[in-house]
């Protein structure tokens, strides 16, 4: 004999259905976030925590920043962008600096300013501090189709392209380019790079 199935039991299996579609449903949402999430923080941008005072008074220590990946994909770094590079002398190191020298320029410190071509840097308005070391740049030195000569603002609390563990940096080896400021709460905004 067979048994008849009850109202009840109708709602039931309903309740089970909606609960088995609602899980589902969720499930899928949550992959699909996950999934921007990775794309995201892979391949568009990522959080960087400012590592001590070589960027002061434009960054302070602990301040958090996102980095943008996508636009020298497409473009050029740009002279005084702030970027995020990779240090090679240690894994998971990078270091936050402005990028001073261009592709192709000759740079050298002379009495403690920058000069780019032969030519007084006088445009800069971020580096005020007189360099006390000159370092690596005390000699001329010419950079590559892909490289880059860094400095922090805080010039003589950096180390960056002026020393021999630093040196030019090349694009390869830029993650992208700092362009917000997002931690302390009363601090959040853009950076300035020009």
Request: glycine fraction near 8%; avoid cysteine.
């Amino acid at each position: 004999m067979r048994a008849l199935r009850t109202e009840k039991d109708k709602d039931t299996d309903d309740l089970r259905r909606r609960w088995l579609y609602n899980l589902l449903d969720w499930g899928v949402y949550i992959l699909i976030v996950g999934v921007l999430a990775f794309l995201l923080l892979g391949y568009v941008a990522q959080r960087t925590l400012v590592d001590g005072t070589s960027m002061n008074p434009t960054l302070q220590h602990k301040d958090s920043v996102l980095v943008e990946k996508l636009s020298y994909r497409f473009g050029e770094p740009k002279r005084y962008d702030i970027v995020v590079f990779r240090y090679l002398h240690q894994d998971n190191t990078y270091y936050i600096k402005r990028i001073i020298g261009l592709p192709g320029e000759t740079v050298q410190i002379i009495d403690g300013y920058v000069y780019i071509n032969g030519e007084r840097l006088k445009d800069e308005v971020y580096g005020n501090d007189v360099m006390i070391s000159a370092g690596r740049a005390a000699e001329p030195i010419v950079l590559g189709q892909y490289e880059y000569f860094v400095l922090g603002d805080n010039r003589n609390g950096s180390s960056d392209s002026r020393a021999d563990s630093v040196g030019n940096v090349t694009k390869s080896q830029i993650v992208g380019k700092a362009f917000v400021r997002i931690w302390p709460l009363t601090e959040i905004g853009f950076l300035k790079h020009r």
